[in-house]
């Protein structure tokens, strides 16, 4: 007999301010046959996707820094995270998403990127699929300073630094952002540069 079947669900919309918020009550299957009655609070905020940008030639990525109020308020004493570029889907596929994102953030316009896999990022109670993608850059790809898109609010920093460093920084803990650090490993396991 097939487990973990899942019956009976009910949906209260709990806020939809920012993105959605639901309570979920569900009776699911337990592995002795037996249904027990679950209650879940699921985010929904759509899926999206990040990219790190890398340079083989000079041994250099990039990647932003940015004010992140959901770490502010767990720690973070100036709420400033250190990330590769990414953003949501807002209804784009995540190619044409990405490579918007890359334009608007950090200032570069990158043609080629390459899928390495995807994600999702909390599970627990996030719905977020995230693609992760990598491309090449050059000084040439280069046509504006980024920043972010003036009317999301976003306040980027854009950072370019050599990979060793970036690595050095999960280690000293000056990045914590889970999927820069997937990203980044991602490049070291695969020999990007």
């Not at 570069?108 to 992760?132: A, C, D, R, W």
């Not at 000293?172 to 490993?185: C, H, V």
């Amino acid at each position: 007999m097939e487990k973990g079947r899942v019956k009976n669900i009910k949906t209260e919309l709990l806020s939809d301010n920012w993105y959605i918020l639901k309570k979920i009550t569900f009776d699911y299957e337990k592995e002795d046959g037996t249904w027990e009655t679950q209650m879940r609070e699921v985010y929904d905020r759509g899926n999206g996707a990040a990219i790190l940008l890398y340079n083989s030639k000079k041994g250099t990525v990039v990647l932003t820094r940015q004010f992140r109020m959901a770490t502010y308020v767990n720690g973070n004493t100036d709420g400033m995270l250190v990330e590769v570029c990414a953003g949501l889907l807002d209804g784009d596929n995540p190619v044409d998403c990405i490579k918007k994102e890359a334009e608007e953030e950090t200032g570069y316009k990158i043609e080629n990127v390459q899928k390495v896999f995807e994600s999702f990022m909390s599970p627990g109670s996030v719905t977020e699929i995230l693609h992760f993608f990598v491309a090449e850059y050059e000084e040439t790809m280069k046509i504006s300073e980024g920043g972010g898109a003036e009317d999301e609010t976003e306040n980027i920093e854009v950072l370019e630094m050599p990979f060793k460093e970036a690595i050095a920084m999960i280690k000293s803990g000056e990045i914590k952002d889970a999927k820069t650090i997937m990203l980044l490993q991602y490049a070291q396991i695969n020999k990007l540069l």
